[in-house]
């Protein structure tokens, strides 16, 4: 395998319902006419509020929800793991009970829609951008920021399947 580098990319995700994306550029990795595509090996993913420390809900007694998807295409709203654009997506479920004394979620879980986090042989992209989105509730008491680190390689292939794969995914 080629040396691997790492890409990160922070969305703030608010806590409003709302669906929030962020660009990250590949445009340096990227480019199908000279046979050059981005070989994505591991997705590692946070959750966190703007500091990076663990989020805090808004009372006692509250579940609340995050999502993200990292996707080859921008979109308006978050989509389901059959859409053709979908490189990742997951989410953090949080639930604080009514016996704590403090906002912090007593009980949480995660759960990622694509497993494993890491890819065998590589999810290989040809798009010059890909996408970071997500939505979170009302519950949580600020802003979610969702924070993606990507393990990579560039990887050369034909420029015939370079291009078939880049129309593929847009």
């Not at 016996?99 to 759960?111: E, K």
């Amino acid at each position: 395998m080629a040396e691997s580098f790492f890409i990160r990319k922070t969305v703030n995700i608010n806590h409003d319902n709302t669906f929030y994306e962020g660009v990250i550029d590949l445009g340096a990795y990227v480019d199908a006419l000279s046979s050059s595509v981005l070989t994505i090996h591991r997705v590692d993913v946070a959750f966190t509020d703007s500091s990076g420390r663990s989020l805090s809900m808004a009372q006692a007694n509250t579940a609340a929800v995050a999502q993200f998807q990292l996707t080859t295409q921008t979109h308006d709203d978050v989509v389901r793991l059959d859409d053709r654009s979908v490189i990742a997506s997951g989410k953090i479920e949080a639930y604080t009970p009514s016996i704590t004394n403090s906002p912090l979620a007593a009980t949480s879980s995660t759960a990622f829609d694509i497993a494993p986090q890491l890819f065998t042989n590589g999810y290989t992209v040809a798009t010059e951008n890909i996408y970071l989105g997500g939505a979170a509730n009302t519950n949580f008491a600020g802003n979610v920021y969702c924070s993606v680190m990507l393990e990579c390689t560039v990887t050369k292939m034909t420029q015939a399947k370079a291009m078939s794969l880049a129309l593929s995914q847009q």
